[in-house]
T-cell receptor
Framework: SQKIEQNSEALNIQEGKTATLTCNYTNYSPAYLQWYRQDPGRGPVFLLLIRENEKEKRKERLKVTFDTTLKQSLFHITASQPADSATYLCALDSRVIKAAGNKLTFGGGTRVLVKP | NAGVTQTPKFRVLKTGQSMTLLCAQDMNHEYMYWYRQDPGMGLRLIHYSVGEGTTAKGEVPDGYNVSRLKKQNFLLGLESAAPSQTSVYFC????????????????FGQGTRLTVV
């Protein structure tokens, strides 16, 4: 089965710095990878999707890269702010891989704490 | 536009009791999912549905049943609750993910916190 790993240790970062989160996966390559943000007591909220033929995707202060050779995605928050403090989840979107059954499979998430 | 609504928000059950969690979406989404979230385990897929009248097992389906009689509703049932089912349950929905060009993000409900004692 697919396995997704994110750093379970919280990432503490100073305001204004860049936070970099890692998502590693095994077993087979997803066609797409999605990133979500989750605040305490709330459901995850979609941030970005990157396709396997895209190396990089940006949205405002967020940047995602996708390396299918390394089986890894990196998620960057530039010029971080205290309001960016949350848990960030990556998810494998296997929509075009029939054997995977159109599932959306999540990693365990990485908590980010941005200190003023 | 309410999005995805879960009922109830909180529930305490005794071991062996049964209950049904209701998920309703008003976005005309084809796909619906039930996840559970436990500390250190992330979101784990219980069951999902790719359309009205269809359901499929996810990663941790044992002890749960689901039904999708109407496109907008996805019900999760616990026939005989066990303490191991204490968790936060999230429902999500999305457009069909068979089109490779669509950005089919998942929309999540606010969660149901279930405690089985």
């Amino acid at each position: 089965s697919q396995k997704i790993e994110q750093n379970s240790e919280a990432l503490n970062i100073q305001e204004g710095k860049t936070a970099t989160l890692t998502c590693n996966y095994t077993n087979y390559s997803p066609a797409y990878l999605q990133w979500y943000r989750q605040d305490p007591g709330r459901g995850p909220v979609f941030l970005l999707l990157i396709r396997e033929n895209e190396k990089e995707k940006r949205k405002e202060r967020l940047k995602v890269t996708f390396d299918t050779t390394l089986k890894q995605s990196l998620f960057h928050i530039t010029a971080s702010q205290p309001a960016d403090s949350a848990t960030y989840l990556c998810a494998l979107d296997s929509r075009v891989i029939k054997a995977a059954g159109n599932k959306l499979t999540f990693g365990g998430g990485t908590r980010v704490l941005v200190k003023p | 536009n309410a999005g995805v609504t879960q009922t109830p928000k909180f529930r305490v059950l005794k071991t062996g009791q049964s209950m049904t969690l209701l998920c309703a979406q008003d976005m005309n989404h084809e796909y619906m999912y039930w996840y559970r979230q436990d500390p250190g385990m992330g979101l784990r897929l219980i069951h999902y549905s790719v359309g009205e009248g269809t359901t499929a097992k996810g990663e941790v389906p044992d002890g749960y049943n689901v039904s999708r009689l109407k496109k907008q509703n996805f019900l999760l049932g616990l026939e005989s609750a066990a303490p191991s089912q204490t968790s936060v349950y999230f429902c999500a929905s999305s457009y069909s993910r068979t089109d490779p060009d669509m950005n089919t993000e998942a929309f999540f409900g606010q969660g149901t916190r279930l405690t089985v004692v």
